[in-house]
């Protein structure tokens, strides 16, 4: 795919891209940028989000971005630590995942802008804190460019004092997401409550989210309930936060409907909307539904579209391995690893049709159903007013340090009344 370069794109190249992506990319014509970049051009647009595409394998990324080139859209490329980190399921990681979009972006001509994204980095504990200090570092090195600080695991006091500790950690012009409650259903809601003690104790310290993950009804991986994200309480959340000028992350974006999807995308603040387990799924040829959900047969077998993804003997190898492994269902996401090889080995035809069975539909919900169209001019133009790869925060502090001390956070934190849901493994 031959580029046209306008002179917009070739001053928001020179000026555009973080100093750690210029840096592994000299001579680059991929326009990685910040987190934040995309969010602004999501929210000058209003009304409209873009997708966060969990790229779980090489066609996945390759589809999201031939998609985002039709739409003219802003996108960001994301790894979960489940999927991308040092125990990861994915041969796509935390070290490796800009480097394939950037060798992506290049060979395929793609000028619109893409954030590299490293989501659900979970804290679950003290050693977790210790460890990211040493980690978080090496990511951004290896051209992460936006980074989800996960702490929801903890409750509210905890999360708040290790999205403080690990912030230092993070440069000051990159995405940066916060989290409150886990993602797992219609249990545990967030509550306003829970998401402004977040929000205010981050801003008193300086700290300023680009986004915020709330659990607002749904799940990650294949949905088994019909509720699914809860729009009013998510609009309700984000009307709290206003003066903090915080846009939503919606998580588990696969398996609630089209009309869902518009609606978060009309009736609420959010800009980034995460998709992981219907790529993967697509991307393997398996037939899902307009929920992105894979459908099953009556044996509750997923359903496998004869001519598309990977080819007939490669699936009846997964099947067979997946039932050897005890793997059913969401537990598919498991055959990433040890099947990443066979994939890229199959015939060219078979691996263009896995891309193309994911482009087809990231660009509908780009196109259809999150209003994201046309706002990778609106990115190049917060670079350019801007002057700068860093866009620098949406907000500016509101509240008052002494107010917010360890002491004071876990007082307040004990008056909060909070309801986190069941326990147990919750990861993407």
Known sequence: MSANYSSDFIKALEIGRPPNVAQLFPNSKALIVSGKVI?????????????????????????????????NAAIILEIAKSEGGAEAYCAINYWNLAILADHLMNQMGITVPVAIHADHYGI?????????????????????????????????????????????????????EAEVGEIKGAEGL?????????????????????????????AHGIQSAEQGIQVELTAEIHRALEPYQVS?????????????????????????????????????????NDYGNAELDEQGEFIKVVGAGVTEEVWAQMRAYAAEAGLSGGGYKKLNLPFENKLLRQPAAVRARMAAGVEEFVYDLLSRVMNAVDTAPL??????????????????????PAEWTEEKIRAKAAAIDSDKGPSGDFDD
């Not at 290896?142 to 702490?151: P, V």
């Not at 990115?379 to 002057?387: F, N, Q």
Request: proline residues 3%; charged residues 20%.
């Open 379 to 400: 990115a190049l133009e917060a670079i350019l007013a801007a002057g700068s790869y860093d866009l620098g925060p949406k907000a500016e502090r509101m509240e008052d």
């Open 39 to 71: 969010d602004r051009a999501l929210r000058s647009k209003g009304q409209a989000m873009t997708i966060a595409a969990n790229g779980r394998n090489r066609f996945v990324i390759a589809g999201a971005l031939a998609a985002a080139q039709r739409a």
């Open 124 to 176: 679950k504990s003290a050693e977790d804190v210790a460890t990211a200090k040493e980690e978080i570092p090496s990511m951004f090195d290896a051209g992460i460019t936006s980074l989800a600080i996960d702490a929801s695991h903890l409750p509210d006091d905890e999360n708040l004092l290790a999205c403080l500790e690990l912030s230092p950690f993070v440069p000051g012009w990159a995405g940066l």
């Open 190 to 218: 967030s509550t306003a409550e829970e998401a402004l003690f977040l929000i205010r104790g981050l801003n008193a310290h300086g700290v300023f989210p680009d986004w915020i993950a709330l659990n607002n009804g749904t």
């Open 248 to 288: 939503g992350a919606q998580h588990g974006t696969s398996g609630n409907s089209s009309d869902r999807l518009m609606r978060i995308a009309a009736e609420t603040h959010t800009t980034k909307a995460n998709v992981a387990t219907a790529l993967q799924m697509i991307s393997w040829g398996v037939k899902v």
